[in-house]
T-cell receptor, first 116, second 114 residues
């Protein structure tokens, strides 16, 4: 069976500090990978998605970046955090085969980031 | 532009009452529609999805949704609410010409009163 891990579960960081959030998927290969941010009362915003190693698409301009150094590893980073980066960050994966547009996305448990 | 709108950020029902959560989409191409549930401080879990087969879709935990093209709607219902249904619910849409990307609604928080 497939599982998705995210860490850390919670993080409190000062403004201007760097960030690295990690997401790994087990039990599948060549998944599509996604990073979302959920701000209070604002739904989910797609930040990045990846269809393969080194292939990253950015959905919104921001001071965050993403990397996919291995097939099942997806990393969200920032060089200098802003207050507005606070939120709940969710990683998700879906199967790349078949009809990608109706494949279910499977979500990780999320990382709660507070920037002070 | 393609979008999805959930009417009502908060819905409160009594235990045993009908649950109705509204979702409307805007699209010029056929949509694929999903409902996800999120319990506090957790990730999202798929409740059900519509992918151009039967318009009435049954999901987990007794939920169902009906795709109505004429109304551009995909409302989520459950005949009898249970306390454990209290959570946030998200409607999402994807399109064949955008790969696997999902566009989410703003979410509806469901409260269930005893």
């Amino acid at each position: 069976s497939q599982t998705i891990h995210q860490w850390p579960a919670t993080l409190v960081q000062p403004v201007g500090s760097p960030l690295s959030l990690e997401c790994t998927v087990e039990g599948t290969s060549n998944p599509n990978l996604y990073w979302y941010r959920q701000a209070a009362g604002r739904g989910l915003q797609l930040l990045f998605y990846s269809v393969g190693i080194g292939q990253i698409s950015s959905e919104v301009p921001q001071n965050l970046s993403a990397s996919r150094p291995q097939d099942r590893q997806f990393i969200l980073s920032s060089k200098k955090l802003l207050l507005s980066d606070s939120g709940f960050y969710l990683c998700a994966w879906s199967r790349a085969s078949g009809r990608a547009w109706d494949n279910e996305q499977f979500f990780g448990p999320g990382t709660r980031l507070t920037v002070l | 532009a393609q979008s999805v709108t959930q009417l009502g950020s908060h819905v409160s029902v009594s235990e045993g009452a009908l649950v109705l959560l509204r979702c409307n989409y805007s699209s010029s191409v056929p949509p694929y529609l999903f409902w996800y549930v999120q319990y506090p401080n957790q990730g999202l879990q798929l409740l059900l999805k519509y992918t151009s087969a039967a318009t009435l879709v049954k999901g987990i935990n007794g939920f169902e949704a009906e795709f109505k093209k004429s109304e551009t709607s995909f409302h989520l219902t459950k005949p009898s609410a249970h306390m454990s249904d209290a959570a946030e619910y998200f409607c999402a849409v994807s399109f064949y010409n955008q790969g696997g990307k999902l566009i989410f609604g703003q979410g509806t928080e469901l409260s269930v009163k005893p």
